[in-house]
Nanobody, 122 residues
Framework: QLQASGGGLVQPGGSLRLSCAASGFTFESYAIGWFRQAPGKEREGVVCISGSFASTYYEDSVKGRFAISRDNAKNTVYLQMNNLQFEDTAVYYC?????????????????WGQGTLVTVSS
């Protein structure tokens, strides 16, 4: 199971930290990805972190603003989002990959959390 939390309403330029709490599998063995889906748009990969060496991969629009990390002792992945912009508004989902390797392709992920809404508005 994956449980995403931490979404909310924030002004442009603000910050939020999302959490993805996992259970039911060997957490450190799998990549975890964050995806988002804005109204009327397709779901897109935002960032992922591998299961072994914690390698990361960011979508270009969030590089330098978002930071992913994982705490294997707590079975949790965090997404620190800074300098949020209007276009970051979306439902954010965390997902577990099929392997430890990181990917932003949604078809690489079989298990998904329920999503948490991030709204950037003034």
């Amino acid at each position: 199971q994956l449980q995403a939390s931490g979404g909310g309403l924030v002004q442009p330029g603000g910050s939020l930290r999302l959490s993805c709490a996992a259970s039911g599998f060997t957490f450190e063995s799998y990549a975890i990805g964050w995806f988002r889906q804005a109204p009327g748009k397709e779901r897109e990969g935002v960032v992922c972190i591998s299961g072994s060496f914690a390698s990361t991969y960011y979508e270009d629009s969030v590089k330098g603003r978002f930071a992913i990390s994982r705490d294997n002792a707590k079975n949790t992945v965090y997404l620190q989002m800074n300098n949020l912009q209007f276009e970051d508004t979306a439902v954010y989902y965390c997902a577990r990959g099929g392997t430890r390797y990181c990917s932003l392709r949604s078809d690489s992920y079989a298990y998904w959390g329920q999503g948490t809404l991030v709204t950037v508005s003034s």
